[in-house]
């Protein structure tokens, strides 16, 4: 007899909208890793996980997934328990992930804030320069597809709404409480053995540059 999904849900007491919602749902979990309360486009279907947390666990756990929740930052995230399906990300996106938690941290500390401290792009390039000891910044093109890639996963934002504008070093950018997820960092000694892992990686990529390009997948499993 074959099983169905509303036969593996209807026991579980959903709505049958919100049981016609489930794969979506997962599918965006899967996709882009974070759900935001706070991000306009993501605030029905997280409260829409946040009321059946329950059963989108236990969906997610079927495929080898684990659902966290942040209840500062009020995020779910969806972390596989296995290596097949973690994201591995290029150096120069490890470098910018270590370069923006390092900023989140330092702006946090110093303002004390709740939630979401703002950076110029101008601080983004000078920390980028800074943690990879590297006489010439990136590209604005690479700089464009570097910032839009980790804007897609939702780890910084423009105040606006609007597209990064790297040519600005005044444009301002809003760094989200999931950098603190996807690089977990307790002290301030752990945030300093990844800069340092990752600058000395930046240096090793710049000596070998003349040679080969660096290849793809130099980064840590996205957690």
């Not at 495929?63 to 994201?87: E, K, M, N, P, W």
């Not at 960092?185 to 000395?200: K, P």
């Amino acid at each position: 007899m074959p099983i169905d999904a509303d036969a593996l849900l209807t026991p579980a007491g959903l709505p049958e909208r919100t049981r016609r919602e489930v794969p979506r749902l997962v599918n965006r979990l899967l996709g882009q890793t974070f759900l935001h309360r706070d991000v306009e486009a993501d605030k029905e279907d997280y409260y829409t996980v946040a009321r059946h947390r329950d059963v989108m666990a236990a969906v997610l756990e079927m495929s080898g997934f684990t659902l966290l929740h942040d209840d500062y930052h009020s995020i779910f995230q969806a972390v596989s328990d296995h290596s097949y399906c973690r994201a591995r990300y290029r150096l120069d996106e490890s470098l910018m992930i270590v370069v923006l938690r390092k900023l989140y941290e330092e702006q946090a500390e110093s303002l004390r804030l709740a939630m979401d401290p703002v950076v110029t792009v101008g601080e983004v390039r000078e920390e980028y320069r800074t943690l990879t000891g590297k006489e010439r910044d990136l590209g604005v093109v690479q700089y464009e597809t570097l910032l839009r890639r980790l804007r897609k996963l939702g780890l910084i934002d423009t105040l606006d709404g609007r597209s990064i504008n790297v040519r600005d070093s005044e444009a301002r950018l809003r760094l989200r409480g999931s950098l603190k997820l996807i690089l977990p960092v307790q002290t301030a000694t752990d945030m300093e053995a990844w800069v340092n892992r990752y600058r000395a990686a930046g240096a090793e990529a710049a000596e070998g540059a003349e040679e080969a390009s660096i290849p793809g997948g130099a980064g840590w499993d996205d957690v």
